[in-house]
């Protein structure tokens, strides 16, 4: 009877298709889902529809409708009901509610991505023949908006080191374009792991935003931070005396290369002013800098004096990394995980091109910096901070501690 009633459903199925061909592909799929979850009931029960078993734990209860949405459009199937002690659900709806969260993820998704929300629903109809209001797409915007504000919001701790920079991205404000700044701090934990540990979005990287973000870190529990890097931002610097007294400052190497190469006016000499600038970044501690910064001075006083002039102001700054540990100079005498980390946001955002508000700016590039700071910390130790006994000790508790921090 069984194997009869299976041929007949089979027969139903390739009777479908073959009068309808692809576009009876969801009845076709609507019929085996109903029949998949009638044989996930018997098996719930241990026995079938009638059938007489000493195994059987309950009863079936008829059918309750249920429209679910589907890649090929909505769909209206029966869902098997039972009666008795027996715990049943289809593990298909069960999926198929996954598959319904993991589409307003991707709605959201897009949303983050800048297109509008007249275009997400154009698109979704298009793909899935699915009526998305506008209404839904916001939602599911506000639910990402309320994980991303929590992770950006939450508790910090001990950072040694920091790193600051600021990226701009165009946004569309009061009817006109504008140049907006996306202030991204990286902290050095004390276990030497690297996380993004803020980020935030204003009209410009001027001194009171810079103040303003940076006093938003200690609010949120920054603490222990003797050193920062970043390109040569007034605003930044002044901010850093302000809002942490104390703090070393180090001006990026790799900035001050490229900031000594438009003082150069002879092409043939930007080649060895690069290598003489080397050696100094180079060299073993900051007495041996100072000297060779000194003979560079000499060097180009009559030859190319603004250079000269240049380097004798601007220099020092990039050799306050001396007074860090030989094994830490290396990686904090540049932002270059800050310069790898707006190169990944360049990528995403050249899809937008312009951003229709700040929030939207925001989303965006909140989500990304989640996502690699999440990475980061899943990584190897970026820096090692203390002995090794209590590096061992301490790798297997960093990822409660941030999942923790997040909750």
């Known amino acids: 009877m069984t194997c009869q009633n299976n041929d007949s459903k089979l027969d139903a199925v390739m009777e479908l298709l073959i009068e309808n061909g692809f576009e009876g592909f969801a009845d076709v799929l609507r019929v085996l889902l109903n029949e998949a979850m009638k044989i996930e009931r018997d098996n719930a029960l241990g026995a079938a529809l009638y059938e007489r078993s000493d195994n059987r734990k309950g009863y079936a209860n008829g059918y309750k409708p249920r429209t679910v949405d589907t890649r090929v459009g909505r769909l209206t199937v029966d869902v098997p009901q039972v009666r008795g002690d027996v715990d049943f659900y289809p593990s298909s709806l069960e999926r198929g509610c996954r598959s319904e969260r993991a589409l307003k993820l991707a709605i959201a998704e897009m949303y983050v991505k800048g297109i509008s929300t007249r275009r997400v629903t154009d698109v979704l109809e298009k793909m899935c023949g699915l009526d998305i209001s506008s209404s839904q797409v916001s939602r599911a915007a506000e639910a990402l908006d309320e994980q991303l504000g929590k992770w950006r919001n939450r508790l910090l701790g001990e950072y040694p080191y920091l790193m600051l920079d600021a990226h701009y991205e165009k946004v569309r404000k009061n009817g006109s374009v504008r140049?907006?700044?996306?202030?991204?701090?990286?902290?050095?934990?004390?276990?030497?792991?690297?996380?993004?540990?803020?980020?935030?979005?204003?009209?410009?990287?001027?001194?009171?935003?810079?103040?303003?973000?940076?006093?938003?870190?200690?609010?949120?529990?920054?603490?222990?931070?003797?050193?920062?890097?970043?390109?040569?931002?007034?605003?930044?610097?002044?901010?850093?005396?302000?809002?942490?007294?104390?703090?070393?400052?180090?001006?990026?190497?790799?900035?001050l290369q490229r900031n000594a190469a438009s003082y150069v006016h002879k092409m043939s000499m930007r080649g060895q002013v690069a290598e003489d600038l080397r050696d100094v970044f180079n060299a073993k501690d900051r007495l041996s800098a100072d000297k060779r910064l000194q003979e560079c001075v000499e060097?180009?006083?009559?030859?190319?004096?603004?250079?000269?002039?240049?380097?004798?102001?601007?220099?020092?700054?990039?050799?306050?990394?001396?007074?860090?540990?030989?094994?830490?100079?290396?990686?904090?005498?540049?932002?270059?995980?800050?310069?790898?980390?707006?190169?990944?946001?360049?990528?995403?955002?050249?899809?937008?091109?312009?951003?229709?508000?700040?929030?939207?700016?925001?989303?965006?590039?909140?989500?990304?910096?989640?996502?690699?700071?999440?990475?980061?910390?899943?990584?190897?130790?970026?820096?090692?901070?203390?002995?090794?006994?209590?590096?061992?000790?301490?790798?297997?508790?960093?990822?409660?501690?941030?999942?923790?921090?997040?909750?």
């Open 179 to 255: 140049d907006c700044a996306i202030l991204t701090a990286v902290g050095i934990n004390t276990k030497g792991r690297r996380e993004v540990i803020g980020v935030s979005v204003s009209l410009s990287e001027a001194e009171p935003h810079w103040r303003a973000f940076l006093k938003s870190l200690r609010t949120r529990g920054l603490t222990g931070v003797k050193y920062a890097v970043s390109d040569d931002h007034d605003g930044l610097k002044n901010a850093l005396k302000a809002e942490m007294t104390g703090v070393i400052w180090q001006r990026c190497q790799c900035h």
């Open 299 to 407: 060097k180009y006083r009559s030859t190319a004096p603004e250079l000269a002039a240049w380097m004798e102001e601007n220099i020092p700054d990039g050799l306050n990394v001396f007074a860090l540990p030989k094994e830490h100079r290396r990686r904090m005498r540049t932002t270059n995980t800050l310069e790898r980390l707006n190169q990944e946001i360049n990528r995403r955002t050249r899809v937008a091109r312009l951003f229709p508000n700040e929030e939207s700016l925001l989303r965006l590039v909140s989500a990304i910096e989640m996502e690699i700071s999440e990475d980061w910390l899943a990584e190897k130790r970026y820096l090692t901070m203390e002995t090794e006994n209590e590096s061992e000790s301490a790798d297997s508790n960093d990822k409660k501690i941030y999942r923790k921090k997040v909750a």
